[in-house]
């Protein structure tokens, strides 16, 4: 479990500041993913990437960056955070042969915007 | 568009009662169906996958194309069941994972 590592795992922060959450895994998976948690709407896919320098958008990209410059690592940036963007943001991530394309789950990130 | 739907918040059931926790998807192609169960305080994790149709943790779950359908099914809860579980479609060449609302299950004593 201690593969794939998250943070900060708490973080308030005010409307219109920008906020980089770090997403970090020791696997060397090829996929790294990055949802959202919200009540009401379970996991929604806000960016994936494939490889180191490979980033497509999910289900729910907007107001969000991501890169991905090393492959164990994939930060998530809100550029001009919002409150509609309060939530738990988890990052996952996957290898090329992982059995059943299982994703694997970080602890979280639960983020408040003032 | 893809869709999966969990009609039930919570559900609720006594030590030893059956179990069984509703998932209907909408895809065109060929479904590729997941269970993921987050337990207080735990990491969200794979509980079982339909390809695979094993038992985890005496948990089943069959795929009912027919019905569009990937239901829990467990035949006698037990107390450390209790957890937030999520039915998960996987598309997009096995990078897209939609997931549904997710249903609370409570067992209790």
């Known amino acids: 479990d201690a593969g794939i590592t998250q943070s900060p795992r708490y973080k308030i922060t005010e409307t219109g500041r920008q906020v980089t959450l770090m997403c970090h895994q020791t696997?060397?998976?090829?996929?790294m993913f990055w949802y959202r948690q919200d009540l009401g709407h379970g996991l929604r896919l806000i960016y994936y990437?494939?490889?180191?320098?490979?980033?497509d958008k999910g289900e729910v990209p907007d107001g969000y960056v991501v890169s991905r410059s090393k492959t164990e690592n994939f930060p998530l940036t809100l550029e001009s955070a919002t409150r509609s963007q309060t939530s738990v943001y988890f990052c996952?991530?996957?290898?090329?042969?992982?059995?059943?394309?299982?994703?694997?789950f970080g602890p979280g990130t639960r983020l408040t915007v003032l | 568009a893809q869709r999966v739907t969990q009609p039930e918040k919570l559900l609720s059931v006594f030590k030893g009662a059956p179990v069984e926790l509703k998932c209907n998807y909408s895809y065109s192609g060929s479904p590729e169906l997941f269970w993921y169960v987050q337990y207080s305080r735990q990491r969200l994790q794979l509980l079982l996958r339909h390809i695979s149709r094993e038992s985890i943790k005496g948990f089943t779950a069959d795929l009912n194309k027919g019905e569009t359908s990937f239901h829990l099914k467990k035949p006698f809860a037990q107390e450390e069941d209790s957890a937030m579980y999520y039915c998960?479609?996987?598309?997009?060449?096995?990078?897209?994972?939609?997931f549904g609302t997710g249903t609370q299950l409570k067992v209790e004593l």
């Open positions: 998960a479609l996987l598309t997009g060449g096995g990078n897209k994972l939609t």
């Open positions: 990437s494939a490889a180191a320098d490979i980033t």
């Open positions: 996952a991530s996957r290898g090329q042969a992982t059995a059943y394309n299982e994703q694997f």
């Open positions: 696997w060397s998976h090829s996929y």
